[in-house]
């Protein structure tokens, strides 16, 4: 195997193998990376888990060392600013090619691949239709805070998120980078509509289940979510708010001092097939970045919900992609006082 220009590494046989990856709980499941594990079906990939990216970015920084880490886009620019990271080697996928040309500049810091993107979806206010009534004007992040459903709200528990969706909701220009006087006029917007809340949900069975029982009508949720209340039955809709939608990107990145590099690209090329984006549409409701597959194979109310075979489907103003945000730890301090209040 031949060896990066200036980088002495061991060749593959040489490497200790056993990945381990620090993952969000569900994508440890074989079905995602099949390929890798029928490769190397000796090999024991170690998962480790986190709640947040944020979460994930903590661990590393206090030394967890895993030779991958599966984040959301906004906090590439973390890790890079940690020195944590090295780029990948997109010569080694050969599912490079069929990724989506949109995605791949979310994965990128001074024009390096620093994540390969993977698996995307939708943040939206999902509401139940029997129960809360639309305006003229059409659905509206505006719902999270709507008085007349005191009680049957949930936000969720995330350290920049809500401040992000307030900001759409006030009209700001650009939320994920607002000015002081934006950040105290959402910081006084949270803390007076927090009373509405029933509560701030961490995982998505908390909240589904919640929904499931009634007690929550509206809430901040992903798109597998509104799958799941369909199949219970519930008339819940998944709305593509007028202030657009949101939507994340996530992907693996691989650590500087990774022993593993060459089976890392073996695994992310894994997880970057058409077999892979298959099961992930069918089962999880995502998106996924390789769009080579045939449509004819999943599920059709996927395929229109989320305009996945609409290649515009994530730009802007239609829907706004999370991103860096340069002062998150202010942002995060807002969350935190508004938590406590």
């Known amino acids: 195997m031949q060896q990066p220009t200036g980088v002495a590494r061991p060749p593959l046989e040489q490497e200790p193998g056993n990945l381990q990856v620090l993952e969000w709980s569900g994508y440890e499941l074989e079905a995602l990376w099949r390929a890798y594990a029928r490769e190397f079906p000796d090999e024991k990939v170690k998962f480790t888990f986190m709640t947040t990216s944020p979460e994930g970015l903590a661990k590393v920084r206090v030394g967890a060392s895993p030779d991958m880490v599966?984040?959301?886009?906004?906090?590439?620019?973390?890790?890079v600013d940690l020195g944590v990271l090295q780029p990948w080697d997109t010569s080694l996928l050969t599912n490079f090619p069929s990724l989506s040309k949109g995605l791949l500049p979310a994965g990128q810091v001074d024009g390096k691949q620093y994540m390969i993107p993977l698996d995307w979806g939708f943040d939206?206010?999902?509401?139940?239709a029997d129960k809360v009534e639309i305006g003229p004007d059409g659905p509206s992040w505006s719902l999270l805070y709507d008085e007349?459903?005191?009680g049957k709200i949930a936000?969720?528990?995330h350290p920049t998120e809500n401040l992000?969706?307030?900001?759409?909701?006030?009209?700001?220009?650009?939320?994920?980078?607002m000015t002081d006087e934006e950040l105290d006029t959402i910081r006084s917007f949270l803390l007076e509509k927090k009373a509405l809340v029933a509560f701030f949900w961490g995982s998505n069975s908390e909240m589904e289940n919640e929904f499931a029982a009634g007690n929550i009508w509206i809430s901040y949720a992903w798109s597998d979510a509104w799958l799941r209340m369909k199949e219970m039955g519930l008339d819940v809709v998944y709305p593509e708010p007028k202030e657009g939608r949101m939507a994340w990107v996530e992907g693996l990145v691989l650590?500087?001092?990774?022993?593993?590099?060459?089976?890392?690209?073996?695994?992310?090329?894994?997880?970057?097939s058409k077999g892979t984006s298959l099961w992930l549409l069918n089962n999880y409701s995502y998106g996924h970045a390789n769009m080579q597959i045939d449509f004819s194979k999943v599920d059709p109310q996927l395929v229109t919900a989320f305009s996945l075979d609409d290649p515009t489907i994530l730009e802007e103003p239609r829907t706004h992609v999370d991103r860096y945000i340069p002062r998150a730890d202010l942002y995060s301090n807002i969350w935190a006082e508004v938590k406590a209040s």
């Open 124 to 128: 939206a206010p999902m509401y139940r």
């Open 164 to 177: 992000v969706i307030a900001g759409w909701e006030h009209g700001f220009q650009n939320p994920y980078d």
């Open 155 to 157: 936000w969720y528990e």
């Open 148 to 150: 007349r459903y005191a």
């Open 255 to 272: 650590l500087a001092d990774t022993e593993n590099y060459y089976h890392a690209h073996k695994f992310v090329d894994a997880w970057a």
């Open 70 to 79: 599966h984040p959301a886009n906004a906090y590439v620019q973390s890790y």
